[in-house]
């Protein structure tokens, strides 16, 4: 359940990071909440896997 929320939205900030490189306007934010957002699920995913 977890990897499913943190797998959506790291899905939906990869979108916004995407269209905001696009549209000649990058944010560092949306790319940094990205990074977070990935490490966190691999680490859910490290931990579910050992289970």
């Keep these: 359940m977890l990897i499913g929320f943190l797998g959506f939205f790291a899905a939906a900030v990869f979108v916004t990071a ?3 490189i696009v549209r000649d306007t990058p944010s560092v934010t949306a790319s ?3 990074l977070a957002l990935l490490i966190v699920l691999a680490l859910a995913w490290r931990v579910r896997r050992r289970l």
């Design 18 to 20: 995407v269209v905001e």
């Design 32 to 34: 940094l909440v990205l």
